[in-house]
């Protein structure tokens, strides 16, 4: 938080009512929703060969891709004409909780207002004060987004707000303590985890808004990028990781082994690194306490299978299809026994994204690569390379079903036109 927050610097003087805490408040609780990264456009070239420049916070700009076209998030810095200055406390409840902007128009939900509806007051109230009083109005506006007919039709999201979005505030579960409670608040609220672990249905809709819901947080897929199924299901779920190693992922992107990566970077970067520790705790604690569901993918280390891999892979004594390419490419950084190596590269060995049922993100990740995430107090970042110049579709494929079946692991082999179609629709 700067400190010009409640001074005279600021465009708009704080009222009485709102205190230099309360707009602190507001700042971590933007933190915990993400609202920049999704708000700020990616920095700009401004002529070849030029270092990037990072774009104003909050501006808007940053294009997100949907199954209808690009949407572009708005300028909602306190500027009165590009940005929300003129909002009242009230507009900004109805934008951020129910998707509609002043004068009626309806929001996208890439916006993610049907888990933002569970704000509470006070927190909304600490939101408003912050984006009135501690945001620097930029006075810039956003690009317009233009998606084809129908999807441009922004009426009919009334229709869809009707049929699918979630009503009404967070509702305490009294059985649950308030650790719990805590945990599933910042889950399904300002943390809006379920935008991208839940399941969207043929309309685009979230399947699941809570626990509730036995498709919630079993995993999703947005813009190629599969979010894994974060329930207790010991594959492809979080079932044999602790609270610790869960909050330690969310604090530094690195946690039992785990590495962060494709969207999930960002989210760590931006948002939960930030919170604090309690909050960290509570959000590890709620995901453990959700049952297995829509198991998939297995893991058993001290199956003989899982020995005579590593044997096969010491000695070069391998035949299967995949064994000769992961020697060559990826042993040297995730090791011969897919343990990886601590703070530096992620084990695959009984790691839950390598055994999700979606390879999509595999796929993803091997065709452009990845960094780690960078936070304050994590590891250095590390590179994972590209693969597209030097693997066919066929050996990506051939490589991603033997690291999904080696060590223990077992998943669904991944086939060559898995490896085409998330290709073809990345164009690379
Ligand atoms: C996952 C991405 C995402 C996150 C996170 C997000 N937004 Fe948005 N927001 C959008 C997009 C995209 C739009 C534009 C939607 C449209 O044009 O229909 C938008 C629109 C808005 C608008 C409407 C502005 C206008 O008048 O056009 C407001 C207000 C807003 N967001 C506030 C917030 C706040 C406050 C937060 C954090 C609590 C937040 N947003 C977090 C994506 C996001
Ligand atoms: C923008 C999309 C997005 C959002 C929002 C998001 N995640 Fe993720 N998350 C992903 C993706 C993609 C992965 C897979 C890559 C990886 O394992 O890092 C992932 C991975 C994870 C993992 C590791 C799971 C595993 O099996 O490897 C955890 C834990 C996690 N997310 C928790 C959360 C929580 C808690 C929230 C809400 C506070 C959240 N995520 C919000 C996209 C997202
Ligand atoms: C130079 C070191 C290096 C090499 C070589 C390498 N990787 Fe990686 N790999 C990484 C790093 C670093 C990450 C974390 C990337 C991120 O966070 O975006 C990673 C992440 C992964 C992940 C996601 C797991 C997780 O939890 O983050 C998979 C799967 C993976 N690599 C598979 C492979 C395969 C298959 C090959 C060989 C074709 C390979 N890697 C080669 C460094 C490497």
Known sequence: MNSTANSTTTSTAP??????????RGAYLAKAADCAGCHTAPPRVTHPGAAPTATPAFAGGL?????????YSSNIT???????????YDDFARAVREGVAPGGKRLYPAMPYPSFAKIDDADLHALYAYFMHGVQPVAAPAPATRLPFPFNQRWALAVWNWAFAPSGPFKPEPTR????????YLAQSLGHCGACHTPRGAAYEERGYSE??????TGGTNDHWFAPNLTGDPGSGLGRHSA????????HGHGGGLIAFGSMVQVV????????DADLAALAAYLKSLPPRAPSGHFNERSRAARQSVQALKTGDVERPGAGLYAAYCARCHQTDGAGVPQKYPRLAGNPAVLSASSTSLVRLLVEGGRSPRTEHGPEPRKMPSFADQLSDSEMAHVLTFIRNTWGNAAA????????????????
């Not at 009222?15 to 602190?24: E, G, P």
């Not at 294009?63 to 949407?71: A, E, L, Q």
């Not at 306190?78 to 009242?88: F, H, L, Q, V």
């Not at 303590?177 to 599933?184: E, I, K, L, S, Y």
């Open 269 to 276: 970067e931006d948002s939960t690194q930030y919170l604090s």
């Open 78 to 88: 306190p500027d009165p004409r590009s940005g929300i200055g003129r909002y009242s």
């Open 177 to 184: 303590d308030a650790q719990w409670n805590r945990g599933a």
């Open 413 to 428: 082999p991944v086939t060559t036109r898995d490896v085409s179609s998330v290709r073809g629709a990345l164009h690379k």
């Open 244 to 251: 610790a190693d869960i909050a330690a992922f969310l604090k």
């Open 15 to 24: 009222t009485t009512d709102t205190t230099t805490a309360q707009i602190a």
């Open 212 to 217: 509730a819901d036995p498709l919630f947080l």
């Open 63 to 71: 294009g997100m891709v949907s199954p209808f076209g690009t949407i």
